[in-house]
């Protein structure tokens, strides 16, 4: 009996080591942790390391902790993230930033101090994907600006056939370009990177808007839920509004006479709003061209409505402006620059912006300017 009770002790004290083993590993495995460190040569000891992440309200950058270089590296133990954002990593004393996205890893950086833009992030996931795609930005950025300098000898030496070979390569990278990412964007609806591409993708116009949404409607919850995804959800409600295939939204704004005149009073078979303002130097390149294709189709059916983003008590510029043009068709103001309502309801964020809209007041065509705008206004009526 005294044999058994001395076994029988001894297993179970190493059960209890073991399980104290086992809970302390899954322990480890569970609470990963928000961690930097890195390796900074060349940076001298004392230097700050700050660490900013975008603010939700102001979608601005905004310190949230720092630490110190000691011996040429760093580190930091942050608390945990609820969701994963845009981050930085910025030094005393050399310029620039460098990205990476918060997350609960142990997120390692190489610092470059002379080019900060050249460090090397490794961490968990979303790091290692933005990692990919950076890369992929600095590889189709390398290739269009070398294109470019190359169609600009092209054309010096007037060797259109060269230069149409080029255009045409550069066409094709763009659209490598666009697959890559909606690549990503499927293949990871649950990393916040995709947002950030599709954030990319609102902001450089690249793909029709219903598509962006297709796209953003099949990220997992907890990513349209970020911050960034939320602005995101709200830029594409208000953008499909007025996207192409959208009824355009109503709206009545005072004529130079003082009076309200509405959008739906000076509807033809084919209707153009053009945004411009009296400062904007392209929008007054642009009108001649909009007058020499209003003449040639105002009898057939086209009609042009001019909303002016003029500045508060500057009505004088904008008539001047008007007259010195020759602008023909119906205009109005409410003279508030980019908070004038009418922009604000068509989400303008530059000028000179136009909608061509249907006899029905559809949005057929968009931000079209010159030959291209003529030729859209021509296809439109011959179609009657």
Wanted: charged fraction near 30%; proline fraction near 4%; charge should be negative.
């Amino acid at each position: 009996m005294l044999i058994f009770a001395i076994k029988y002790k001894n297993i179970m004290r190493k059960i209890v080591v073991m399980l104290a083993v086992v809970t302390a590993f899954m322990s480890c495995q569970e609470d990963k942790g928000y961690f930097i460190s890195g390796n900074a040569p060349g940076l001298d000891n004392g230097k700050k390391v700050y660490v900013s992440e975008i603010d939700d309200s102001s979608n601005r950058p905004v310190i949230i902790d720092s630490t110190t270089i000691k011996d040429e590296s760093f580190e930091l133990d942050l608390k945990n993230v609820e969701d994963p954002n845009l981050s930085f990593l910025e030094f005393e004393g050399a310029q620039g930033n460098v990205i990476f996205i918060s997350e609960n890893e142990n997120i390692k950086f190489k610092i470059h101090k002379d080019s900060l833009r050249s460090s090397k992030v490794t961490g968990g996931k979303e790091n290692r994907l933005l990692a990919k795609y950076l890369d992929h930005l600095e590889g189709i950025n390398t290739k269009v600006m070398k294109g470019r300098g190359e169609m600009r000898a092209a054309q010096q030496s007037k060797d259109s056939a060269k230069f149409t070979t080029l255009k045409e390569t550069e066409k094709e990278i763009l659209d490598n370009d666009k697959v890559f990412k909606k690549k990503i964007v499927e293949e990871n609806p649950g990393s916040f990177v995709s947002v950030m591409i599709i954030s990319d993708m609102l902001r450089m116009k690249s793909y029709p808007i219903k598509d962006i949404k297709e796209m953003f409607d099949n990220l997992s919850k907890d990513i349209r839920n970020t911050g960034l995804g939320q602005q995101i959800g709200q830029a594409l409600e208000e953008r499909g509004k007025v996207a192409v295939g959208s009824k355009a939204p109503e709206f009545t704004a005072p004529t130079p006479e003082g009076e309200e005149l509405a959008l739906k009073d000076v509807m033809g078979k084919v209707t153009v709003i053009d945004f411009w303002a009296a400062w904007c130097k392209p929008c007054r390149v642009e009108n001649p061209n909009l007058v020499k294709t209003y003449n040639k189709y105002k009898d057939d059916g086209l009609s042009i409505i001019g909303v002016s983003l003029d500045r508060p008590g500057q009505k004088d510029k904008w008539l001047q402006a008007i007259e010195d043009d020759g602008l023909p068709w119906h205009q109005v103001s409410n003279l508030e620059f980019w908070q004038d309502p009418v922009a604000q309801l068509y989400g303008i964020k530059a000028i000179p912006a136009a909608f061509i809209l249907n006899e029905e007041g559809t949005i057929v065509a968009r931000d079209l300017r010159g030959d291209a705008l003529d030729n859209k206004i021509g296809e439109l009526l011959n179609n009657k």
